[in-house]
């Protein structure tokens, strides 16, 4: 019944933006309880937790991602957005959002009750 779709460009230029869109289907992201996540593995290398937005609009990012990653919503389109400035290289990743019923800040698969099918961005020139 719950969807999650990942939606944006597949090649992004070095130190540009990188602007991803979940469209959740099934579900409001403004119902109480759950978390929307931005999660992504690189080719070859382990998951990695971005941020989350609540059912407020309140975010909760990466510490290590602080100043890069920004997670906004669209409450008209059911949607979460994520931007992450100033990319290079080891940004390229399969990019995922995925639901919580709790403030998960971590990539355990079970922690999350909806994934959405990923979407590869390559960053290069």
């Known amino acids: 019944q719950v969807e999650l779709r990942e939606s944006g460009p597949g090649l992004v230029n070095p130190s540009q933006t990188l602007s991803l869109t979940c469209t959740v289907s099934?579900?409001?992201?403004?119902?109480?309880?759950?978390?929307y996540s931005w999660i992504r593995q690189p080719p070859g290398s382990y998951m990695e937790w971005l941020g989350y937005?609540?059912?407020?609009?309140?975010?909760y990012y990466a510490p290590d991602l602080r100043g890069r990653a920004s997670i906004s919503r669209d409450t008209s389109q059911n949607q979460v957005i994520l931007h992450l400035a100033s990319v290079d290289p080891k940004d390229s990743a399969v990019y995922y959002c995925?639901?919580?019923?709790?403030?998960?800040?971590?990539?355990?698969?079970?922690?999350?009750?909806?994934w959405g099918r990923g979407i590869q961005v390559t960053v290069s020139s």
């Open positions: 995925a639901r919580s019923p709790w403030p998960s800040t971590t990539t355990v698969r079970e922690e999350y009750d909806y």
């Open positions: 099934g579900a409001s992201i403004t119902a109480n309880l759950y978390y």
């Open positions: 937005i609540d059912s407020r609009g309140n975010t």
